[in-house]
């Protein structure tokens, strides 16, 4: 059973940086989709960023793209998410997430069977 424990969270102002990490094991040593979802009081959960461990392919959500960076540790199995130019929406619970790679489907719109428990960001203005 794949494990993902996440940390990093915390209160920052916006305009500020946080990073997050997560923490992977039991990933079995095949091609894998590992990412960021967050999910902000009475809104939707929604995908943040995605990489392809085959390939190092990422996606990125549009309104994170230039400011986040997701990256991978292969060494530490741990997975990343730089999070630069914060705003008040970013302000959500983030989990990370992992499952094999499907290119056929869409990283943020498909179902995720390994998640973490989340991480709180919150982002004052």
């Known amino acids: 059973q794949v494990r993902l424990v996440e940390s990093g969270g915390g209160l920052v102002q916006a305009g500020g940086s946080l990073r997050l990490s997560c923490a992977a094991s039991?990933?079995?040593?095949?091609?894998?989709?590992m990412g960021w979802f967050r999910q902000a009081p009475g809104k939707e959960r929604e995908g943040v960023a995605v990489?392809?461990?085959?390939?190092?392919?990422?996606y990125y959500r549009d309104s994170v793209q230039g400011r986040f960076t997701i990256s991978r540790d292969n060494a530490k199995n741990t997975l990343y998410l730089q999070m630069n130019s914060l705003k008040p929406e970013d302000t959500a619970l983030y989990y990370c997430?992992?499952?094999?790679?499907?290119?056929?489907?869409?990283?943020?719109?498909?179902?995720?069977?390994?998640w973490g428990q989340g991480t709180q960001v919150t982002v004052s203005s």
């Open positions: 039991r990933v079995p040593n095949s091609r894998y989709f």
């Open positions: 997430v992992a499952d094999r790679t499907d290119l056929g489907l869409n990283p943020f719109a498909r179902t995720y069977n390994y």
């Open positions: 990489i392809d461990t085959g390939d190092g392919s990422t």
